[in-house]
């Protein structure tokens, strides 16, 4: 059995950096890897074996994080070689196995660490969502190459055409393996940008559109009936509920940003905020019917305008999306309350504020600036769906009586 762990050497004098590297021992042999990040003798914890993290205001912080990425990704790539090496009965000795690694892993033009980097940037930006985006597509690309690395020049069509099966294979939508897809495919363009490949124009047989989805939209009668639901008896479906209606109130406002919503955004009858997926700014009428959930839970105790994020303690990110998904959860039960044929989710807040609009014949660059979007190209995807049902009913017309 193979045991790996971080470590750290402390520097003999208090104000130099001390180096950090990998523990590793397999029956009697032991083996220090030296990694090349140095970190202060205060930086480290001994208890826990992990580099600490100051504020963020901190000048250290950046550093700080990319060591703690980085290191992350190294122990997790060593640890599946040195796995697979023990499995598979090689005749390859361990100083062996370890040159292979640290051989892949200084690879300037691998996907993988590649790929990583980019995870780690995004996270450094601020770009949490992009960075998750990216990070499965990394793992789903490694799970299908069974973790070997591969460089830019190795990625071409046929390679991609197996991916693209493989995860058909597992039952992935056209619109999820596009996804994979796209973000594989603006990671192999930045490589290009960077000198580390030519275009090889491997992604020219794989999907990268979008197809149609269905209808996720629902009529303001059904809205109506959600909202007039008597749910005090149910606390975990009001909130559900109550969040779902105030999305619909704030014109489709997606959950992220009712998360992140300050107590500081509402002056004056209007909230202010800037949307995350874009970064735009967004000024709302604050209307009674928001004012009406706010006063339904007064007792938030943090800085936050909705009880979504309940502690301010570095967790921000990982309460937003279990509280997405448990509403998500309790929003299919509501729908059952109300005989609901399609599944209820907070999406469909926003797309059914879209087709209500559009229903009241407001012109789309109203809906589209409602909605946040870049252009109104994108609000017209959101409607797209919606024509095609109009014409079925039209159609059921003509042939009413054939």
């Known amino acids: 059995m193979i045991l790996m762990k971080l470590k750290f050497k402390p520097s003999l004098k208090s104000d130099k950096e001390g180096f950090l590297y990998f523990h590793v021992i397999h029956g009697m042999e032991v083996r220090k890897v030296r990694s090349k990040y140095k970190i202060l003798n205060e930086e480290w914890d001994e208890r826990t074996g992990r580099v600490l993290l100051p504020p963020c205001s901190s000048s250290r912080f950046s550093y700080l994080f990319h ?5 992350e990704w190294e122990l997790q790539r060593f640890s599946k070689a040195m796995f697979e090496w023990e499995s ?19 690879v300037s033009d691998s996907v993988f660490n590649f790929m990583h980097a980019q995870v780690v940037h995004k996270k450094r930006l601020g770009k949490i ?14 799970r299908f190459r069974r973790g070997h690395d591969l460089t830019f020049d190795m990625m071409n069509a046929e390679l991609l055409e197996l991916y693209e099966a493989d995860l058909r294979r597992r039952g992935l939508s056209r619109n999820t393996t596009s996804f994979y897809m796209r973000v594989l495919r603006t990671n192999y363009r930045l490589a290009i940008e960077k000198g580390l490949t030519t275009d090889n124009r491997p992604f020219r047989h794989v999907y990268c559109g979008m197809d149609k989805t269905v209808k996720r939209s629902i009529s303001f009668a059904e809205i109506k009936k959600i909202g007039s ?9 009001d909130f559900a509920r109550d ?64 009880p979504i994020i309940l502690r301010e303690d570095g967790t921000e990110r990982r309460q937003y999306q279990n509280q997405m998904m448990k509403v998500n959860r309790h929003l299919k039960e509501v729908a059952n309350l109300i005989n609901l044929t399609m599944p209820l989710s907070l999406y469909c807040s926003r797309h059914s504020w879209a087709t209500i609009a559009r229903g009241k014949d407001i ?40």
């Open 243 to 306: 969040m779902f209606m105030f999305s619909f109130c704030m014109r489709g406002m997606s959950f992220v940003d009712m998360a992140y919503l300050k107590k500081k955004d509402l002056k004056n009858g209007h909230i202010t905020y800037r949307r995350k997926k874009t970064g735009q700014l967004l000024n709302v009428e604050w209307t009674r019917q928001m004012q009406n959930i706010v006063d339904k839970y007064k007792f938030n105790a943090t800085g936050y305008l909705l």
């Open 363 to 402: 012109p789309l660059s109203v809906i589209s600036e409602g909605l946040g979007h870049d252009s109104e190209a994108t609000t017209q995807i959101y409607l797209d769906s919606i024509k095609s049902s109009e014409v079925d009913k039209a159609n059921r017309k003509i042939l009413k009586d054939l």
């Open 67 to 71: 060591v703690c990425c980085s290191v």
């Open 88 to 106: 598979s009965g090689c005749q390859h000795s361990l100083d062996e196995v370890i040159d292979h690694m640290l051989s892949e892993l200084s």
């Open 229 to 237: 639901l008597d749910l005090s008896g149910r606390p975990a479906l």
């Open 129 to 142: 969502r992009t960075s998750e985006t990216y990070q499965s597509t990394l793992n789903s690309f490694m």
